[in-house]
């Protein structure tokens, strides 16, 4: 299956596809996993490629790539920053999570935040049993009453910039 999206970036696109479009459609026509996509871009395939793009369908892998890029952005400021300033202090607490093949893309287990380490071995015990996989408990330190997002720092299109096209295939 194939989508053009109008954006201005590629990873705008997918933020778009992933959210929109992708829960629209029925159960069969989707990726089987669409957290993440296959930049074509960084490979060098062009959606010129027909024959290549025809070859990435049906594969169940969420590809994406540049039809055109979008235009310049003629703002002399491209981004704006927000803020979250906490006040008083900041309290952290150690806890343990456990994770999916952590030396590659740490990905948790779900439910497995937890303060005492034995009940996160349990979860992971479970889930490297189920999964038939390595899994990894982690410490790692969270937030007591505050959270952690310190700014953002927002993209800011010209009004006259004109909208990229982006391919995705799957």
């Given at each position: 299956?194939?989508?053009?999206?109008?954006?201005?970036?590629?990873?705008?696109?997918?933020?778009?596809?992933?959210?929109?479009?992708?829960?629209?459609?029925?159960?069969?026509?989707?990726?089987?996993?669409?957290?993440?996509?296959?930049?074509?871009?960084?490979?060098?395939?062009?959606?010129?490629?027909?024959?290549?793009?025809?070859?990435?369908?049906?594969?169940?892998?969420?590809?994406?790539?540049?039809?055109?890029?979008?235009?310049?952005?003629?703002?002399?400021?491209?981004?704006?920053?927000?803020?979250?300033?906490?006040?008083?202090?900041?309290?952290?607490?150690s806890a343990y999570i456990a994770v999916y093949d952590f030396k590659t893309n740490f990905k948790a287990v779900p439910g497995s935040e937890k303060t005492i380490k034995k009940e996160c071995i349990d979860i992971a015990r479970?889930?490297?049993?189920?999964?038939?996989?390595?899994?990894?408990?982690?410490?790692?330190?969270?937030?007591?009453?505050?959270?952690?997002?310190?700014?953002?720092?927002?993209?800011?299109?010209?009004?006259?910039?004109?909208?990229?096209?982006?391919?995705?295939?799957?």
């Amino acid at each position: 299956m194939r989508q053009v999206i109008e954006a201005l970036s590629l990873h705008e696109a997918f933020t778009w596809l992933k959210k929109e479009f992708i829960p629209e459609i029925s159960e069969q026509e989707r990726p089987k996993y669409y957290g993440s996509f296959v930049d074509l871009d960084v490979h060098g395939i062009k959606y010129t490629d027909e024959d290549d793009i025809r070859n990435l369908e049906g594969k169940g892998i969420l590809y994406g790539c540049t039809e055109y890029p979008s235009g310049e952005n003629t703002n002399k400021v491209l981004v704006s920053i927000k803020n979250h300033p906490k006040e008083g202090e900041k309290k952290w607490e150690s806890a343990y999570i456990a994770v999916y093949d952590f030396k590659t893309n740490f990905k948790a287990v779900p439910g497995s935040e937890k303060t005492i380490k034995k009940e996160c071995i349990d979860i992971a015990r479970a889930a490297s049993e189920a999964e038939k996989r390595h899994t990894y408990v982690v410490l790692i330190k969270r937030p007591v009453n505050f959270k952690k997002l310190e700014a953002e720092i927002i993209y800011k299109p010209s009004q006259d910039q004109k909208l990229g096209k982006y391919l995705f295939i799957w």
